[in-house]
């Protein structure tokens, strides 16, 4: 009987070559060279993810046979008798898909066809236009249009509502401030703006940021359905997916929900009862690779789309995860893109390529990326106090961001 490969180490490589602070999980094997990578950015905690892989997973994964991906998953998740969580999540989906990189350069197979292979050869991506003003937002998109791009997202003043009219309480403190009601108005002028500027071909979408009350997330949803939205997303928080049910039941635009949820019970009710049209999990956010296709099945079962979260607060090995995923998934959608820097590109190399709005995949084994790790310590991550994520609201009250 051959002898198992199994975990000799497990590293956590912290670095910042843009704006967001990345976590890559490294882990090495008894087998000289192989190593896989994988993504565990929860960028504004990334420092308890990096002490959850060193302190807790790493002791507990050493000398396990790496081909055991779904045993392994399922017993991290158990093992802390509490489970779920970000921080917890994260840690997990950095071995996981390290494992699953690791499990392709055995095979010498892409991970996309250890899934099962390829659905299609590219993936379709969105990127986001945004801009102060309506006219900005429309040579945005134009701008993007020519460059192959064929969906888009479109935001006034990134979340909008930021030009805050209403008189705060006297003694207020500082923080990101919006308004409700300004988001409202000045986005529906935009996207009428943007919808007549550009024809009906265009794939239009837009991000809620859960800046919406309940009651005015259902006229919202209303409101927009004349813009023919290839999908309005995040209209509620997690904390309010009881009201879906509402905005199922009083408009037809097509909803995408999901890139903060941690626990399956989450996207599994909504994809059960079919109250959304896209799941868009942050994949290392659910623990990687090996739920992120179940959740894919589950979804292609219920004739609901993917279109993972693909922000600039993914490493670009959680990119590569993405697209390994959006390759083979019956159920793939549409992928959102940030479109990686100069730096990003050097910094890993094999990171996936643009061409004409599509994303596709190197054919190496594995997850086709690896880190110049030489490179990513001279960009170590800077720690500052997050302030985009203080939102308030014009009275001052802390709102979700
Ligand atoms: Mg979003």
Redesign the pocket.
């Given at each position: 009987m051959a002898t198992a490969t199994t975990i000799e180490d497990v590293q956590v490589i912290l670095t910042q070559p843009g704006g967001s602070r990345l976590a890559v999980v490294k882990v090495l094997t008894s087998e000289p060279g192989l190593h896989g990578l994988g993504c565990a950015t929860f960028t504004q905690r990334i420092h308890a993810v990096a002490a959850a892989v060193e302190h807790h997973l790493k002791p507990f994964l050493i000398g396990r046979d790496v081909s055991r991906i779904e045993e392994i998953w399922q017993m991290s998740m158990v093992h802390g008798y509490w489970r779920n969580g970000p921080v917890l999540n994260n840690a997990i989906s950095g071995v996981d898909q390290a494992l699953w990189d690791i499990k392709g350069k055995q095979a010498s197979m892409p991970v996309y066809d250890l899934l099962g292979g390829k659905c299609r050869e590219g993936a379709n991506l969105y990127v986001h236009a945004d801009g102060p003003t309506p006219e900005d937002v429309t040579n945005r998109v134009q701008e993007f249009l020519d460059e192959g791009y064929r969906y888009i997202r479109i935001q006034q003043g990134l979340y909008g509502g930021k030009a805050n009219s209403v008189p705060r309480p006297e003694g207020s403190p500082e923080g990101a401030y919006f308004d409700p009601k300004a988001y409202r108005r000045d986005t529906l002028a935009m996207m009428e703006h943007v919808r007549s500027a550009v024809g009906p071909d265009v794939e239009l979408l837009h991000?809620v940021?859960e800046r919406l009350a309940p009651a005015d997330a259902v006229l919202f949803a209303q409101d927009v359905e004349q813009f023919r939205l290839f999908f309005l997303?995040?209209l509620l928080a997690p904390e309010d997916l009881a009201w879906f049910e509402r905005v199922r039941s009083q408009s037809s635009t097509p909803l995408a929900m999901g890139?903060l949820f941690n626990h399956p019970l989450e996207w599994r009710t909504l994809i059960e009862r079919r109250l959304v049209d896209f799941i868009?999990m942050h994949v290392s956010q659910m623990g990687g690779i090996t739920p992120a296709r179940k959740a894919a099945d589950m979804a292609h079962g219920h004739g609901i789309r993917t279109a993972w979260?693909g922000?600039g607060d993914t490493s670009p090995v959680g990119h590569a995860a993405n697209l390994h995923l959006d390759l083979w998934s019956p159920a793939f959608g549409v992928q959102?893109w940030y479109r990686p820097s100069e730096l990003e590109y050097e910094m890993f190399p094999g990171l996936p390529e643009v061409r004409n709005g599509y994303l596709y995949a190197n054919a190496q084994p594995g997850l086709g990326i690896d880190l110049d790790e030489k490179l990513a310590r001279l960009h170590p991550v800077q720690d500052v106090v997050e302030k985009w994520t203080q939102a308030r609201l014009p009275d001052g009250s802390p709102a979700r961001p």
């Open positions: 991000d940021h997303e995040d890139e868009r979260h922000p959102e």
